[in-house]
């Protein structure tokens, strides 16, 4: 088969390129990083296009791992010069903007795929890795595609308005606390913290250091493109200031109530009781 990553010279577009490379496929890289993506096509041995229609004519299967922000501009790009009944996926963080477009292509020649890898481009094996998809036209269909392009990873199937959805808490809000964590951080002597941080210390400057070696314009372009995430940023940060004031106050009673009823919705998850555990098994990874 052959493939072509669009945005094939990014971290994640990387991934995906090596990930075809190794069931066998032809690939072709097309991104706007020409000299990157080229020494990194030669280096693993896909070949390289410095223009995206024309990296997609011969293609069976396209799959668009661009910014949020452009992906929509690149798909209409294309559209015009894919090969009948070939696939076009794509994999933003974010379906609203892309689904229309999607839908439009289906009306051509072209069968429409809208995945979100939920994982990142580190993951060595798919082996309980999720994949979510969002169905656009044959949700079956699309279904069958992405297991035999991703075999051994689960597929989750989920409608676009309640992706984005929970992505604004599953994705934006975490970003969100460890981008500001990482900032506090950052005006501290870490060398000396490290020395004394426990295990919640140690796995949650982990979490904020991994988010801050991607790109700022990524992690913007998930936030600004997020419907939902200012209501749930306005209900955290009032929760945070009550919280504030309880313990400026030394409100002990206010503090331990809201502890307790947030401690007791939690308690509901069967993985609750296993969390400690986990988060041990975590930390004999590092």
């Not at 995945?115 to 990142?120: D, E, Q, S, T, W």
Request: proline letters at 5%; one cysteine or more; hydrophobic letters at 45%.
């Amino acid at each position: 088969m052959n493939v072509t990553i669009i945005g094939g010279g990014g971290r994640m577009g990387r991934w995906l390129v090596r990930h075809f490379l190794s069931q066998g496929h032809n690939v072709r890289i097309s991104d706007v990083k020409t000299e990157e993506a080229m020494a990194f096509a030669e280096s693993v041995g896909a070949s390289f296009s410095g223009d995206n229609p024309e990296a997609v004519e011969d293609a069976d299967l396209t799959v668009v791992s661009t910014p949020i922000t452009v992906a929509p501009q690149v798909l209409r790009e294309i559209a015009p010069s894919m090969k009948e009944h070939s696939i076009v996926a794509e994999i933003c963080s974010l379906k609203s903007h892309v689904v229309p477009v999607l839908l439009e292509m289906a009306e051509t020649h072209v069968k429409p795929l809208s995945i979100h890898p939920l994982f990142g481009p580190g993951v060595k094996r798919l082996e309980e890795e999720k994949i979510a998809l969002i169905p656009v036209v044959d949700p079956s269909s699309e279904i069958g595609s992405v297991n035999r392009f991703f075999p051994s990873a689960e597929v989750v199937a989920v409608e676009a308005e309640e992706h984005d959805r929970a992505m604004a808490l599953t994705l934006s809000l975490p970003h969100f606390l460890n981008i500001l964590f990482a900032s506090v951080m950052s005006e501290e002597d870490l060398v000396f913290l490290k020395k004394l941080g426990g295990t919640t210390f140690t796995l949650q400057l982990a979490l904020s250091e991994s988010v801050m070696t991607e790109s700022p314009e990524l992690y913007a372009s998930i936030q600004m493109n997020d419907e939902y995430i200012v209501r749930y940023l306005e209900r955290f940060l009032s929760k945070a200031e009550n919280v504030r004031d309880w313990i400026a106050g030394k409100d002990a009673e206010s503090f331990t109530e809201f502890y307790r009823t947030a401690q007791a919705s939690l308690s509901k998850d069967e993985d609750f009781s296993k969390s400690y555990e986990r988060m041990y098994r975590a930390l004999e990874l590092f």
